[in-house]
């Protein structure tokens, strides 16, 4: 099995809901591709029997931060939404680079303007703002390669 063909089902599992993949060609060669399970924070059901006061702040602390993190957009501390990175890629601010920049400090943005685009496994990916807002601050440089979850620009 060629290095193409690898990448190539790289890609699917990526696109699909599989979580494991096995594959043995003819001579005999076996490729076991995984995908890697997201972390899950499960917060305990409070008991019938009464909780420490203690306990429960903490809880009540971790669960919003999960959640926070695995949203499109959140609020910032300073009142400012985020266009958080679906996926994993290269950020590019224009279509190539002899043109200029999808969008810049100052711009207003509706839910379907695209803002970026985000290249995974040689596919280039536009990236809608999905907010209404004015674009205040882009968080990431041109060719930086991003995470899942975050944050690319702030919308006021």
């Known amino acids: 099995m060629n290095f ?27 490729v076991n591709l995984k995908k890697e399970k997201e972390t899950e924070i499960i917060t305990p059901q409070v008991a019938q029997q009464p909780a420490p006061s203690v ?5 009540a602390q971790s669960a919003p931060q999960v959640s926070e993190d695995t949203q499109s957009q959140e609020v ?3 009142n400012y939404e985020t266009i958080n990175a679906p996926m994993v890629g290269t950020f ?12 810049q400090v100052g711009d207003k943005v509706s839910n379907d303007t695209t803002v970026c685009i985000l290249e995974a496994m040689k596919l ?7 907010i209404s ?8 440089e041109d060719g930086q390669m991003v995470e899942y979850g975050q944050p690319l620009f702030k919308v006021k």
Do not use: C, M, R
Not at 93 to 102: I, L, M, T, V
Not at 124 to 130: G, K, L, T, V, W
Not at 134 to 140: D, R
């Open 4 to 30: 193409k063909e690898i990448k190539e089902l790289i890609e699917i599992l990526d696109q699909s809901n599989l979580t494991e993949i096995n594959i043995e060609d003819n001579k005999g060669s076996v």
């Open 55 to 59: 306990a429960q702040p903490q809880v």
């Open 76 to 78: 910032v501390a300073d």
């Open 92 to 103: 590019y601010k224009s279509p190539s680079p002899e043109e200029g920049a999808y969008v």
């Open 124 to 130: 280039f990916n536009e990236i809608q703002a999905e």
């Open 133 to 140: 807002g004015e674009i205040v601050e882009i968080l990431v």
